[in-house]
């Protein structure tokens, strides 16, 4: 036994140490923590990326270690579904996607992967687009305000173009709106801008304000309803909730054939305040429900532009309920109608 065990041994100390000698190497910071959350071991990278020596924080818990406040929230909440996004507690120039995944009986593997490259392109985009989008905005202001000046004279020499300047007019609105969408989603998308995420809002006057747009978008070939409670109100941006219930409402109106109905729900939740907004128009095949949100994503393309569709409303929406805490939820049925919800932290209710 002793001989065989002897050989085992042999057989299986390269296999071991060639396990560790991969694992010390890998390019992600690798730390294993027991039960309790105390660490047991831990590779290079994870000294470099998390200031985690093993020998010297064996069996001290990792919350204690690594003292990042959002790191200690998403710790303490148990919840590692998603990944999470931190500077490196030891160099505030790099920045961290950390994972907790359970592995084996009762142990957890933690991994932080170095995304300062991805997060730099990410920034690079951002503010290209800002910037076009800013650069554009002063021309076509000018090109749209002459041709709405030619479009509203009387000389004869622009009588046999007035169809023509028309349609440019039509076209550079159009510019416009993409112009101020694009300009409003990389504010929405900028890190740091969460102030102004705190003020008392009036929800239900917004919400009154937005059905009478609607109802003038209409031109009364839709009937509109409303079940408001008068007392909820939130603590948010005015601006952007503007903008979520004003993009659900014009889009309910806008896929709505005339004749059709469109009901908007203001209550008080189990899970805390929620908006509906619910029409009997076109619809939306399932396959296409998970990708609205995208930009310029559209079901129909013509019939967004004709519209006056923009293609980033629901870019739009997303981005400023997440800010908000909150996510929309999309229910559909071709040729029946839709129901795009919403339900706000019961932490975001405002006295
Ligand atoms: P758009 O400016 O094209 O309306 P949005 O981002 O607001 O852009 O919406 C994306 C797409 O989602 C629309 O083009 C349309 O196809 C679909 N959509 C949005 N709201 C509705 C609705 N209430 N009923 C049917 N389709 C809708």
Redesign the pocket.
Known sequence: MRVRGRKRKRKLSPLLSGIHKSTKVLPDATVVLNSKGEMEWGNIVARGMLGLERKRDRGRMIDELITNQAFQNYYSAGDFSHPLNITSPVNDDIRLEIRIVPYGKVKYLLQARDITRLRQLETVRRDFVANVSHEMRTPLTVIHGYLETMGESEGEDLAPWQNIITQMRQQTGRLQRIVEDLLLLSRLESPGQEDGLQAPVDVPMLLEFVRDEALSLSKGEHSITTDIDETIKLQGSASELESIFS?LVF??V???PAGGRIRLRWWSSKRGPCFLVK?T????EAE?IPR??ERF????VG??RK?G???????IVKHALTRHGSQLKIE?EPGKG?S?RCCFPPSRLSK
């Open positions: 993009n889009n309910a806008r896929y709505t029409d128009g076109i619809g939306i296409h609205l949100a994503y559209r079901v129909d019939r967004s519209s569709g923009t293609g980033l409303g629901l870019a559909s839709s795009f």
